[in-house]
């Protein structure tokens, strides 16, 4: 599975929008990248994925660079519930599902 | 939809006890996974099941761990004997077949003080 680096913390300003970066520079070409987030003494929760093209849902966007070596992803409009470790995952999605967190970005959002 | 259930949601137990952790994933689902996190190692992959088979149980730090699905609606992780180091919080997931590879559901966790 291809690594992915994330910034360990970051911090946005409620109501501005909330981009966290990840490299991913050895993803292969079968392998999609995934955003989970954790809230504090919550279960990790899926927020979006992608393989090649940009993707929105209700949640958030998510920007894959032409060359798909590192992703952004975008909360529009943060709010202080979006306060959370975020994790990219970079993984081929076949049937062995075994999803592998790394460290996460800890997002913090001021009022 | 009731999503995935764990119990007890805290379990305080003291060393050398047995300690049984319980999971009732989303009906429908084929995929159990059951993680352990800590603030040293992060959230780790113990085991997960297939239609209530073990496909991968490499995560499984020792002989003292072992996980059961006897049926498709009911998971368990047993610690015998627990040890202080095992103090964690524990996540079930599950995720049916059809859906995206890593579109999993978690529970809200058990979390375990072992003294």
């Known amino acids: 599975d291809a690594k992915t680096t994330q910034p360990p913390s970051m911090d946005c300003a409620e109501g501005r929008a909330a981009n966290l970066p990840c490299n991913h520079s050895t993803i292969s070409g079968n392998e999609y990248v995934y955003w989970y987030r954790q809230i504090h003494s919550q279960g990790p929760q899926y927020i979006i994925h992608g393989l090649k093209n940009n993707e929105t849902n209700e949640m958030a966007s998510l920007i894959i660079t032409e060359d798909r070596k590192s992703s952004t992803l975008i909360l529009p409009h943060a709010t202080l519930r979006d306060t959370a470790v975020y994790y990219c995952?970079?993984?081929?999605?076949?049937?062995?599902?075994?999803?592998?967190f790394g460290s996460g970005t800890r997002l913090s959002i001021r009022p | 939809d009731a999503g995935v259930i764990q119990s007890p949601r805290h379990e305080v137990t003291e060393m050398g006890q047995e300690v049984t952790l319980r999971c009732k994933p989303i009906?429908?689902?084929?995929?159990l996974f059951w993680y352990r996190q800590t603030m040293m190692r992060g959230l780790e992959l113990l085991i997960y099941?297939?239609?209530?088979?073990?496909?991968?149980d490499s995560g499984m730090p020792e002989d003292r761990f072992s996980a059961k699905m006897p049926n498709a609606s009911f998971s368990t992780l047993k610690i015998q004997p627990s040890e202080p180091r095992d103090s964690a919080v524990y996540f079930c997931?599950?995720?049916?077949?059809?859906?995206?590879?890593?579109?999993?559901?978690f529970g809200p966790g058990t979390r375990l003080t072992v003294t």
């Open positions: 997931a599950s995720r049916p077949t059809g859906g995206a590879g890593y579109e999993q559901y």
């Open positions: 099941f297939n239609n209530n088979v073990p496909i991968d």
């Open positions: 009906s429908g689902h084929d995929y």
């Open positions: 995952i970079v993984r081929v999605d076949s049937s062995a599902s075994k999803i592998i």
